[in-house]
């Protein structure tokens, strides 16, 4: 198993940025692909980025693409989500989670394994 707790949520203003960290704990960080998802009120969880387990690949929404960039750090067991030109839109609870069995960095919710317990993300205009 794999324990997973996100920080860096935070009230920003439109046009600013913030960074998102997800440290793991439990088995090897190594063998987890990685995704952050969010969920604002009222609505379903959806995909924003994920990663594969080395780094090398690396998928995005379009509604964050070039804005959002998704990062991992193996030997600290923890993955990123860089923000920038946040918009209001991008207010929601940001969740991490890890998929242990492919190593393919999925925008499919159901494929992820283990959840964190979301960091909240306020975007005022």
């Known amino acids: 198993q794999v324990q997973l707790v996100e920080s860096g949520g935070d009230l920003v203003q439109a046009g600013g940025s913030l960074r998102l960290s997800c440290a793991a704990s439990?088995?090897?960080?190594?063998?987890?692909?990685m995704g952050w998802f969010r969920q604002a009120p009222g609505k379903e969880r959806e995909f924003v980025a994920a990663?594969?387990?080395?780094?090398?690949?690396?998928s995005y929404a379009d509604s964050v693409k070039g804005r959002f960039t998704i990062s991992r750090d193996n030997a600290k067991n923890t993955v990123y989500l860089q923000m920038s030109s946040l918009k209001p839109e991008d207010t929601a609870v940001y969740y991490c989670?890890?998929?242990?069995?492919?190593?393919?960095?999925?925008?499919?919710?159901?494929?992820?394994?283990?959840w964190g317990q979301g960091t909240q993300v306020t975007v005022s205009s």
């Open positions: 439990g088995r090897t960080f190594s063998t987890y692909a």
């Open positions: 990663i594969s387990r080395s780094g090398g690949s690396t």
């Open positions: 989670a890890a998929d242990y069995h492919w190593d393919i960095p999925s925008r499919n919710k159901i494929q992820y394994d283990y």
